[in-house]
């Protein structure tokens, strides 16, 4: 139960920063920022949003079998965010180039995610 709150806290963690940081992008970065920085905020929140609600998803589903691969899934998708999403937001306001090579750490951590959650939604157990 702990890991199932956890998880919800970070989706709702996850989901009200994406809205505020899209906001944010949207307002007060579009005179600033040009059309390639932009389109790089825009990703970051779009993935941000994505796995807030793969956040989510996970709290939500039985944990009887799968317990353990559920909190891999939770933790992946929130340091994927980390990673992903926060590289992208920090090259877009101008970070040094090398930022971008944490990006796709965030990537594989994304994956990593959605393999964990195949694999506790196959050990659900049909009624």
Do not use: N
């Not at 009200?16 to 040009?34: I, N």
């Not at 920085?37 to 589903?61: K, S």
């Amino acid at each position: 139960m702990k890991t199932a709150r956890i998880a919800l806290l970070a989706a709702a963690l996850a989901g009200a920063s994406a809205v505020a940081l899209g906001a944010f992008g949207a307002h007060a970065l579009r005179d600033t920022l040009d059309e390639r920085a932009l389109a790089t905020w825009r990703t970051a929140v779009d993935y941000q949003f994505w796995h807030a609600l793969a956040l989510f998803g996970t709290a939500l589903l039985p944990r009887e079998r799968s317990r353990a691969i559920l909190r891999v899934a939770a933790f992946a998708f929130a340091l994927g965010i980390v990673f992903f999403c926060a590289s992208l937001y920090a090259l877009a306001l101008g970070a040094p180039r090398w930022i971008g090579a944490i990006t796709p750490l965030g990537g594989l951590l994304f994956i990593a995610g959605w393999i964990a959650l195949g694999v506790a939604a196959w050990r659900l157990r049909a009624d």
